[in-house]
């Protein structure tokens, strides 16, 4: 083969590498994604059986289209590494859980709740909030606490705890 024909081919290739790239790259804000952390958590017993936790998190919607909140769930994973689901707290329950038991501390932040929309590119501080159906001891000894935010057409973000305060 020809000297000329590698030169067409790399000069091809080379576009075709170039229009590849620019479709993704104008494709890049239609992926929801809703990367966080999880700031603070805090905790109060609940009699010998169950925990009250509230997690205060930041989250960035980096999409280019709202991030409508469908529903949120928080999980631990005990020391010995069996996973527990709290009961999810509604928006009226924490205030009445906030003003009522004031070792929690205040409430920073708002509950993120289902229909609550996240704009595009912003950055939120939420809360959630929820029993968990075991002793309180475990919390102190948790492995992870997880929070799971799913959205209404199906995309789902889970922020993780990174290291739990001892």
Same mark, same amino acid.
Request: charge should be positive; hydrophobic fraction near 45%.
């Given at each position: 083969?020809?000297?000329?024909?590698?030169?067409?081919?790399?000069?091809?290739?080379?576009?075709?590498? #170039?229009?590849?790239?620019?479709?993704?790259?104008?494709?890049?804000?239609?992926?929801?994604?809703?990367?966080?952390?999880?700031?603070?958590?805090?905790?109060?017993?609940?009699?010998?059986?169950?925990?009250?936790?509230?997690?205060?998190?930041?989250?960035?919607?980096?999409?280019?289209?709202?991030?409508?909140?469908?529903?949120?769930?928080?999980?631990?994973?005990?020391?010995?590494?069996?996973?527990?689901?709290?009961?999810?707290?509604?928006?009226?329950?924490?205030?009445?859980?906030?003003?009522?038991?004031?070792?929690?501390?205040?409430?920073?932040?708002?509950v993120l709740a289902v229909r609550d929309t996240i704009?595009?590119?912003?950055?939120?501080?939420?809360?959630a909030a929820g029993r968990f159906s075991f002793p309180?001891?475990f919390l102190d000894s948790r492995k992870t606490l997880?929070?799971?935010?799913?959205? #209404?057409?199906?995309?789902?973000?889970?922020?993780?705890?990174?290291?739990?305060?001892?």
């Amino acid at each position: 083969m020809s000297r000329r024909f590698w030169i067409y081919f790399l000069v091809g290739l080379a576009v075709v590498g #170039v229009a590849i790239w620019g479709a993704l790259y104008s494709n890049r804000g239609s992926h929801l994604q809703l990367p966080g952390s999880i700031l603070k958590v805090r905790s109060l017993p609940d009699g010998n059986t169950g925990a009250i936790v509230f997690a205060d998190f930041r989250v960035t919607n980096t999409a280019a289209i709202p991030f409508v909140v469908s529903s949120v769930q928080m999980s631990m994973e005990t020391p010995s590494g069996e996973v527990s689901t709290a009961v999810t707290l509604s928006k009226s329950d924490v205030d009445k859980i906030a003003a009522y038991y004031r070792l929690l501390g205040p409430k920073y932040n708002d509950v993120l709740a289902v229909r609550d929309t996240i704009p595009p590119g912003a950055t939120i501080d939420r809360m959630a909030a929820g029993r968990f159906s075991f002793p309180p001891r475990f919390l102190d000894s948790r492995k992870t606490l997880r929070l799971r935010i799913e959205e #209404v057409d199906g995309a789902v973000a889970e922020i993780i705890e990174k290291t739990p305060a001892k």
